[in-house]
């Protein structure tokens, strides 16, 4: 449901005056669990640039299409938002960032404009850092700094393809990958040995044929001088797992590296369902036993003692798929048996125009009943998806409440929280989905439609600290409790660790209104709304606050 322009108004009100009131840190004892994470998906070039000193690396030229060049976000500038507390103000408990592995250095038309790999999917060498997006020992203070704050860091990882062949970025050898076909999706066989687009070449995953290593990365790591370096180490990784040398496997050793060396805390896995299914649960095998290295040599940076995370984009995945995914000709796969802990779930976007009920009662009990144990990653925007909810962002505080309150993980993207458009002129394909930060219009709190942006982001803020707060809203089981106004519990209980919660929404503007906790908390119990900061005793099984809000986020704490 759209907020009115009268509710509107309130919010706006309700903001100015009880904003103090609602800075408490989002942290009451309870254990940070996946599948109630939010997480922040950002792209590294597009969201805050903390170093300029790395722009236009490699003789890159600003000359690209709209939107589809380098932009200057990097490393530095995470970090520069997560120490000003930015993520943590909004509630996010995890930060999945696009690539930031060595992208190729010219330029390629898709049939959308000159482009450049500044998304970051498009490897020149796993090995190494673009110097766009910063160093290593950026990226170092990155992850510590996030740690500090209870933050985990989330890897996108590609193992279907390199980058595009341009005049600087010579194709991999044929024992690597394919140049051809390209895929048509009919069944298993022409989604996986085949390329995803003309000139992004396939790597041959299948494979279990010794390769050596390509020559353009042998002379580049030779110029680089840590030739012999990289070579002992896969000498050392091949001996220690006795796979054979074939593709997937150096790959598998280049991603978990980054694991070991900086504490990577889980990987997104790009291009899943173009791939071999077992694959995954290999690179889940070897990132895990980086992880579990990283963890006993770094005993003070470590966040408790939670295995690794991998969540699997498998393109057009629906939650109502559960754990049969459907690749035609025949073939379903159960990704989750594959190393996953989560997928991505691609039908929040177009569900959220459903009410409220119908999407969190029916996402509980897939969760809870066929997918129990796993969990999906909710969004309602994303870089890659051309139908957003909401793409001109004039049901802000609906989409917060639909992403942030549903069971299941959710996945923020850049500037869902800031009303970021996702229409630009001028912007072809994906491109338009994809415009830098608008750090300004959060600044000057810029009006969009009946809303302003500082106000809208206070909103979802308040929403994601008690999101993070409370393990209940993602991972609990959901239950309606009252219609109107529209009231619904969820519980949750875990290694004897429970949480309870009741979020009411869409309350009538301007006036308190009396709100069903019955059956959650007892008649004398006082309870806190998170929206406001106010506490309240319950009474003949309701619960009334005096500063009245549009929501209300009811917890014992």
């Not at 696009?98 to 790999?117: A, F, L, M, R, W």
């Not at 193992?159 to 069944?187: E, F, I, M, S």
């Not at 969760?367 to 990653?377: A, E, H, I, Q």
């Not at 969820?490 to 009538?508: I, Y």
């Amino acid at each position: 449901m759209k907020l009115p322009v009268l509710a509107a108004s309130m919010l706006l009100a309700f903001g100015a005056m009880s904003s103090a009131q609602a800075q408490a840190p989002a942290s009451n004892g309870k254990p940070f669990v996946w599948e109630n994470a939010t997480v922040y998906f950002l792209l590294t070039d597009r969201f805050n640039n903390g170093n300029p000193a790395n722009d236009r690396a490699y003789g890159r030229k600003d000359d690209a299409a709209k939107l589809r060049g380098f932009m200057g976000g990097d490393i530095a500038g995470i970090t520069a938002k997560i120490k000003d507390g930015y993520f943590s103000n909004l509630g996010v408990n995890a930060i999945w960032l696009t690539p930031v592995i060595e992208n190729i250095h010219g330029s390629t038309d898709e049939g959308t404009g000159k482009s450049y790999g500044f998304h970051g999917y498009w490897a020149k060498d796993f090995t190494a850092l673009d110097a766009a997006f910063g160093t290593e020992d950026e990226l170092r203070t990155l992850v510590d700094t996030a740690h500090a704050q209870g933050i985990r860091i989330i890897f996108d990882v590609v193992l279907n393809h390199t980058g595009p062949v341009t005049a600087q970025d010579p194709v991999w050898p044929k024992t690597w990958v394919r140049t051809g076909p390209k895929c048509t999706y009919k069944d298993a066989k022409t989604t996986m040995d085949c390329t995803l687009v003309d000139n992004l070449p396939d790597i041959l995953t299948g494979s279990n044929q010794n390769v050596e290593l390509p020559p353009q990365l042998v002379a580049k790591w030779k110029k680089e001088g840590r030739y012999e370096r990289e070579v002992k180490e896969l000498d050392d990784f091949f001996k220690r797992t006795g796979y054979p040398r074939a593709p997937r496997y150096y790959l598998m050793k280049w991603h978990s590296d980054w694991v070991r060396k900086f504490g990577i805390d889980g990987f997104r896995a790009d291009t899943v369902k173009h791939t071999e299914p077992g694959i995954w649960k290999e690179l889940k095998k070897e990132a895990s036993l980086a992880y579990e290295d990283w963890k006993r040599a770094n005993p003070a940076k470590r966040l408790g003692d939670l295995p690794f995370f991998m969540t699997s984009e498998v393109y057009g995945y629906e939650i109502k798929h559960a754990r049969r995914y459907d690749l035609g000709g025949g073939m379903t796969v159960d990704y989750l048996a594959q190393g996953f802990d989560s997928m991505i779930n691609f039908s929040l976007r177009s569900d959220a125009r459903q009410g409220y009920e119908k999407v969190f009662s029916d996402y509980s009990n897939i969760l809870n009943g066929d997918m129990k144990g796993f969990s999906v990653l909710n969004y309602i925007s994303s870089h890659d998806d051309g139908s957003p909810f909401d793409p001109l962002r004039e049901r802000p505080l609906e989409a917060a409440n639909k992403l942030l309150l549903a069971p299941g993980s959710a996945q923020i993207y850049y500037g869902d929280e800031t009303a970021r458009l996702l229409k630009v002129e001028g912007a072809e394909g994906d491109a338009t989905l994809r415009s830098f930060m608008n750090w300004d219009e959060l600044k000057n709190n810029a009006q969009r439609g009946a809303y302003r942006v500082a106000d809208i982001h206070d909103h979802w803020a308040r929403l994601g600290r008690f999101r993070a707060a409370h393990p209940a809203v993602g991972a609990g089981v959901h239950q309606m409790l009252a219609q109107s106004p529209y009231t619904f519990k969820r519980t949750w209980e875990k290694n004897g660790v429970s949480d309870r919660v009741v979020v009411a929404l869409d309350l009538p503007a301007g006036k308190p209104t009396a709100i069903s906790v019955r059956g959650v908390f007892n008649d004398g119990q006082t309870v806190r709304d998170w929206y406001t900061g106010k506490s309240a005793t319950v009474k003949d099984g309701k619960v009334q606050f005096e500063l009245a809000a549009p929501v209300a986020l009811i917890a014992q704490d």
